[in-house]
């Protein structure tokens, strides 16, 4: 399941600890979500020209 935990506050200037912050946050929100939940967050909001290449049998 993707966990809707809120985005954290980054900096005004952007610095290795808003990454490191970031990568947490993802990582939380992510750490228990099956490939399938992944792919449709991932998918949702891919442009048409995209969904197409996605959706391509591979070869």
């Known amino acids: 399941m993707i966990h809707d935990i809120p985005k954290p506050e980054i900096s ?3 610095s290795i600890e ?3 912050t ?3 946050w993802n990582y939380e929100r992510f ?3 099956t490939i399938e939940e992944r ?3 991932y ?6 020209w995209a969904l197409k290449l996605v ?3 591979a070869r």
């Open 12 to 14: 005004d200037k952007f």
């Open 18 to 20: 808003d990454i490191h």
């Open 22 to 24: 970031i990568r947490e």
């Open 31 to 33: 750490k228990d979500a």
């Open 39 to 41: 792919n449709e967050y």
């Open 43 to 48: 998918n949702k909001n891919l442009p048409e």
């Open 55 to 57: 959706a391509k049998p």
